[in-house]
């Protein structure tokens, strides 16, 4: 079946359907590491070429250096999350090296919040937030448009109170 947004919510089989992150998400972690590693290196370039010589400038370069490093580790990660929506519970899935992934009941959701800060509201993003009554299967998924995380947040309360455990 499918929803208004084009999502798949049931599956066929035993194999779920993985909904990845949107692109936003990646874009906004690679911005902000560009920028702060950017500005980090261009002081520690012009401290250290004024202070201690043009020689100890080129220390500035390790910043660079981690730009190129965590542009690449920003997109790895971005690409292990994802989540899929099951009949009784919800999927997440991350991790590159450590894979983790979260099931959590929808009967066992006590509350689920749609977050966004002022730097994900201006990428146009919005975060779900999953609490149950474990706080070991609080779960939650980032970088979502908008209107999908709160679709999402919709369903994942209805579905919660359908199959509530009594809680």
């Given at each position: ?10 599956v ?10 949107p ?12 920028v ?41 990660n971005?690409?292990?999350w994802?989540?899929?929506e ?8 991350r ?24 730097v994900e509201?201006h ?6 937030q ?5 706080a ?7 970088g ?16 919660g ?7």
């Open positions: 079946m499918e929803t208004g947004s084009g999502q798949n919510t049931e066929a089989g035993d194999e779920p359907v993985w909904t990845g992150l692109p936003g998400l990646l874009r906004m972690r690679r911005l902000l590491l560009v702060w590693l950017g500005l980090l290196a261009v002081a520690m370039g012009l401290l250290l070429g004024l202070l201690c010589g043009p020689a100890w400038a080129a220390f500035a370069l390790l910043p660079l250096a981690l730009i190129c490093w965590g542009w690449v580790m920003i997109g790895r971005w690409r292990s994802r989540y899929a099951r009949a009784d519970d919800l999927l997440i899935s991790g590159v090296l450590w894979r983790e992934e979260t099931v959590v009941p929808y009967g066992r959701m006590q509350l689920v919040e749609v977050t966004s800060g002022p509201r990428f146009g993003l919005a975060s779900v999953l609490h149950t009554a474990a070991a299967t609080d779960a939650a998924i980032p979502l448009d908008p209107a999908e995380a709160e679709r999402l947040r919709d369903r994942l309360t209805e579905l109170e359908a199959r509530s455990a009594g809680l």
